[in-house]
T-cell receptor
């Protein structure tokens, strides 16, 4: 019940396209849902986060869509650029618990 | 620079040896989390400290231990090293005893030969 399931494992998108990464969770007590971006050899960096009181949050080209009833949330990267090529992790937690991470999605944006 | 400092950046050691990884959290952050990331794997939670106290343990081997000192820096001790312990080890810090707002360090790459 503490798991966060992430898909796809890898994704290839053409420059200018939309990248979509999905996550699903079981624990309805989760109340914080961040996305992290990790470049090779670097630590993950917080990209964008959402709480379940809103269904969508947008920051620049990055949007989180949140479906509370389906227990799913997704990351959309609009106008994907080669510089967005990285591994993306979704995560979730509740209260004073640690973040639970998804298994990661390796995104490659082709020029 | 995220503000979370991990040393050393790289470490190569032999099987059976013992190493210590160090993490200095971002200024003002009281929580430190340790994660292990093996090649092409996700982030495996090891342990969480808050203001010097252990708060949660994940899949941390008995050969591994950690502590957080009064100045809030943390050390992860790995002993009787095996080839399979080769991985990136990350620490992250947050301001409160809660997972939101994690800031990760750049990691220590451990290679056991």
């Amino acid at each position: 019940q503490q798991q966060v399931k992430q898909s796809p494992q890898s994704l290839i998108v053409q420059k200018g396209g939309i990248s979509i990464i999905n996550c699903a969770y079981e624990n309805t007590a989760f109340d914080y849902f961040p996305w992290y971006q990790q470049f090779p050899g670097k630590g993950p960096a917080l990209l964008i986060a959402i709480r379940p009181d809103v269904s969508e949050k947008k920051e620049g080209r990055f949007t989180i869509s949140f479906n509370k009833s389906a227990k799913q949330f997704s990351l959309h990267i609009m106008d994907s650029q080669p510089g967005d090529s990285a591994t993306y992790f979704c995560a979730a937690n509740t209260g004073f618990q640690k973040l639970v991470f998804g298994t990661g999605t390796r995104l490659l944006v082709s020029p | 620079d995220s503000g979370v400092t991990q040393t050393p950046k790289h470490l190569i050691t032999a099987t059976g040896q013992r190493v210590t990884l160090r993490c200095s959290p971002r200024s003002g952050d009281l929580s430190v989390y340790w994660y292990q990331q093996s090649l092409d794997q996700g982030l495996q939670f090891l342990i969480h400290y808050y203001n010097g106290e252990e708060r949660a343990k994940g899949n941390i081997l008995e050969r591994f231990s950690a502590q957080q000192f009064p100045d809030l820096h943390s050390e992860l001790n790995l002993s009787s090293l095996e080839l399979g312990d080769s991985a990136l080890y990350f620490c992250a810090s947050s301001a409160r005893d809660r997972g939101d707002g994690y800031t990760f360090g750049s990691g220590t790459r451990l290679t056991v030969v």
